[in-house]
């Protein structure tokens, strides 16, 4: 299935399909984006809460935004209207970097069809097409979910990566490099881990970058079809993005749950600070 949708193929899509459109905004500023939802969405589209329906609750070492139960996600996923076969279309106003959120964890979940607007409501608007004020009531939906049809990656297998593949840190590089750490308890990253800030997967407006653009991109930092690559953030919300982006790219991508937040809350794991050259990889993946 393709992972990013344009407006006008959405649009034209809504009118032969059965679609559910997922409003997926949030940002560590304003995690609650329903005053913005009720202000104007896409036609019959469905507010999502990140922090409550997307994300589980745990102890620190589970990381900021744990994975929800599956019997928990159903339960929201039906509460959106979601229905056995829907295609389901998740949007926000910040270029993809939490609607990527819903995308992978539905697709964890075994919803086939699930893509992201490209360019959000952003684009949406700039296309001409309508937008709606209120609430949106829809009917419970049925679909059924299980887990476990995307690859994860523990806080073991993240921290053993390097070795055998490529593991990314999606978070900005200057918290990659350790030299600032505004939300988790220590400044750094994974040692081995190669920095591809989710950023740079997008356009200034907000949209993807075309798929050879993304490829050579990644490439450049041994991510390639066929490689073992794992993506991490600050909490997994980002990383999200990188695995959808990774997608686009033609090339499969783990995603570490925890991420920065699980890794950095257990004191015993170790912590590198600065830049990982990727010149210095051993043709094994290891680091001189």
Known sequence: MSVLITPRELDELS??????VLDVRWTLAKPDGRDDHLAGHLPGAVYVDLDNELAGHGEPTDGRHPLPAVADL???ARRWGVNTGTTVVVHDESAGLSAARAWWL????????????DG???????AGLPVETGPVDVAEGDVELSEGHLPTLTTQEAGALPRTGVLLDARAPERYRGETEPIDPRAG???????????????????????????????ALGATPGT??????????TAAHQVAALAVAGVDAALYPGSWSAWSNDPTLPVAVGDELDATRTPEGAHS
């Open 15 to 20: 009118r032969t399909t059965e679609v559910r």
């Open 228 to 237: 073992a690559v794992g993506v991490y953030c600050g909490s997994g919300v």
């Open 120 to 126: 959000g409501l952003r684009a949406w608007r700039e």
């Open 74 to 76: 159903q339960a929201a």
């Open 189 to 219: 990253h994974v040692p081995g881990a190669l920095s591809a800030p989710t950023g740079e997967n997008v356009t200034d407006d907000g949209v993807f970058r075309p798929a050879a653009e993304l490829a050579q991109r990644f490439a």
């Open 106 to 117: 539905l697709r964890w979940a075994g919803i086939a069809d699930v893509r992201i607007l």
